[in-house]
């Protein structure tokens, strides 16, 4: 019995061999098709496993946020079939769940295996929720999800805050890019920076460009990571190569011990005595609504929605419009995560004006 099983092992074994080793005798490089081969081969056409290592550092895969709702219309982004639904009927059946859901990954956005290449299931043009279109290119896959759920005209009211998820809904960088969809306050005038206008400046010319040079290795940024910085060699290095390769900016640089590109604004706008790079002017702004000494407009007022170590607390007050503007601009720029880069003439005017609803006293002679 043991010696007919060590046979049968070895035979498979010879076997096997052999499979391997025919095609090279009949001058075949690979016993796999060559469209596995352009994939999944030794020297492969396509770059899979080094997208797949950036992949795996993406917010799609490590952001809890990112796969953790299924029905109520949230599968459509929250899972790899939702999303796959709606690229193909423009819907998902809202009172449905997912059997067996997956997250956002390769075969969300792509579909090698159908279409036989890397072509993006769609590329359509957005409708945001205020019925403004969006229109970059490739980068309308990403604002397909990257944009608010919710409207100001029917949020911002006299009202309470009723929950730390209440607002635009987490992601509206489509919009703010747009420059629409915040509460903009009567009688003031609303503008945007280039980025809205230029062809070039779309969701993946920045996020997926390919770092040059030493850092290049980093599956941590850029490519299918989709982020801008990362830490690299322990320091947290940007990835300005998004900026120069679109002809854009002729050069961008890190500003030297900080994660913010060495960009200058044109004004002082937080007040804080001193012009900065754009990037620490935003940050300066949203400080005053909430940081972490508690000293910020929304942790010192009167019922405030926020502790001092900036807590969402459901104090169930009903606030003036003025105060559920300036909560809901404040998160909407919170939560575009670009501190201004993507839009930061509307970041700007819309943090001025919500500070001064909120503070008859804030000095907001800089607004642009």
């Not at 946020?65 to 079939?81: I, P, R, W």
């Not at 890190?254 to 935003?282: C, M, N, R, W």
Request: with cysteine.
């Amino acid at each position: 019995m043991i010696h007919s099983i060590r046979y049968g092992f070895f035979a498979a074994v010879i076997l096997l061999f052999a499979a391997v080793s025919a095609p090279a005798a009949y001058g075949q490089s690979t016993i796999l098709p060559k469209a596995c081969v352009d994939c999944h081969g030794s020297e492969p056409k396509f770059p899979v496993r080094g997208i797949r290592s950036q992949y795996l550092t993406s917010g799609h895969r490590t952001l809890g946020n990112a796969s953790y709702a299924n029905a109520d219309d949230c599968q459509g982004c929250h899972t790899n079939e939702g999303f796959v639904q709606r690229a193909k009927t423009g819907k998902v059946d809202t009172k449905q769940f997912v059997s067996n859901p997956s997250e956002i990954g390769c075969f969300t956005c792509h579909a090698p295996h159908d279409k036989g290449n890397f072509s993006l299931r769609t590329t359509a043009r957005v409708a945001l929720a205020n019925g403004v279109i969006f229109d970059k290119d490739k980068g309308n896959l990403c604002a397909s999800c990257h944009r608010a759920r919710r409207m100001p005209k029917d949020e911002v009211r006299p009202r309470n805050i009723p929950t730390e998820s209440w607002g635009a809904h987490h992601g509206p960088q489509a919009d703010m890019l747009a420059g629409t969809n915040a509460y903009e306050f009567p009688g003031k005038k609303y503008a945007s920076s280039v980025h809205t206008a230029l062809p070039n400046a779309t969701c993946t010319t920045c996020h997926m460009a390919l770092p040059a040079g030493r850092y290049s290795l980093s599956p941590a940024v850029g490519g299918h990571s989709f982020r801008i910085g990362g830490e690299v060699h322990e320091e947290h290095k940007l990835n300005t190569a998004g900026c120069t390769n679109s002809g854009c900016h002729g050069e961008m640089k890190q500003l030297t011990g900080t994660h913010y590109f060495d960009k200058k604004a044109p004004a002082d706008y937080d007040g804080d005595g001193k012009v900065e790079s754009a990037q620490e002017e935003i940050q300066g702004l949203l400080e005053k609504f909430i940081n972490e000494r508690g000293t910020g407009l929304l942790q010192t007022m009167k019922d405030a929605p926020y502790d001092a170590k900036g807590k969402f607390v459901n104090a169930k007050t009903q606030y003036p419009r003025e105060v559920v503007a300036a909560v809901y601009n404040y998160k909407f720029v919170l939560e575009d995560r670009s501190r201004g880069i993507h839009n930061f003439t509307y970041a700007v005017q819309l943090l001025v004006d919500s500070l001064k609803a909120l503070d008859k006293n804030f000095n907001d002679a800089a607004r642009p």
